[in-house]
């Protein structure tokens, strides 16, 4: 099955800063990447997402960039602040016919925002 | 609110009593899964829901688990003889047949098993 790989595990920043979360993810036929944000208990905000036909996509100060060919995508987060503080998530899919869909998830990384 | 919902929000429970937690899906979505999520994880894949029809269960959906979705709308998820290996937050997603990818996720339902 599918495998997704987050790095780095943790990441703190300066507010104001960037910030740059990336994925690997083993199974070529996977063709759909969400983002989740995840706050202390809550569930999993989608925040963005990118398919495979689509090498970046940008909401704000939000972007994903996808490669296919090396199988990774990654979160970057722009002029960050301290309620971007949270733990995201990235996911992978494949989507065919009548699959389900469902969705393999990294291990997460814990962004700390400094003021 | 026209999120996902579940309830309840928080569990405790002793070893071997049953549980059951419920889940409302965003109106008009017809698809609904199940994960699971243990402390420093990601969410893992439980169960799929199309409409009322429980058409995929992962490896991890134990004999002592049973979903349902009588009427394509709400679902619910049952623990039988609970172990203190269950206890974990179980999270419930929607999503369109407009976008049959894309899935919003519920606040979870937090299980401690005593």
């Known amino acids: 099955g599918e495998n997704v790989e987050q790095h780095p595990s943790t990441l703190s920043v300066q507010e104001g800063d960037s910030a740059v979360i990336k994925c690997t993810y083993s199974?070529?036929?996977?063709?759909?990447f969400p983002w989740y944000k995840q706050e202390l208990g809550k569930g999993p905000q989608l925040i963005i997402d990118?398919?495979?036909?689509?090498g970046e996509k940008k909401d704000q100060r939000i972007a994903v960039t996808l490669n296919k060919t090396a199988k990774h995508f990654s979160l970057h987060i722009t002029e960050t602040q301290p309620e971007d503080s949270a733990v995201y998530f990235c996911?992978?899919?494949?989507?065919?016919?009548?699959?389900?869909?469902?969705?393999?998830f990294g291990k997460g990384t814990k962004l700390s925002v400094i003021p | 609110d026209t999120g996902v919902s579940q309830d309840p929000r928080h569990k405790i429970t002793k070893r071997g009593q049953n549980v059951t937690f419920r889940c409302d899906p965003i109106?008009?979505?017809?698809?609904l899964y199940w994960y699971r999520q243990t402390l420093g994880q990601g969410p893992e894949f439980l169960t799929y829901?199309?409409?009322?029809?429980?058409?995929?269960k992962s490896r991890l959906l134990s004999d002592r688990f049973s979903a349902e979705r009588p009427k394509g709308s709400f679902s619910t998820l049952e623990i039988q003889r609970t172990e203190q290996g269950d206890s974990a937050m179980y999270l419930c997603?929607?999503?369109?047949?407009?976008?049959?990818?894309?899935?919003?996720f519920g606040p979870g339902t937090r299980l401690t098993v005593l």
């Open positions: 829901f199309q409409n009322e029809a429980q058409l995929e």
């Open positions: 109106s008009e979505h017809n698809r």
């Open positions: 990118i398919r495979s036909n689509v």
């Open positions: 997603a929607s999503g369109p047949d407009t976008s049959t990818d894309t899935q919003y």
């Open positions: 996911a992978a899919s494949i989507g065919s016919g009548a699959g389900s869909y469902q969705l393999t």
């Open positions: 199974d070529s036929a996977s063709n759909y």
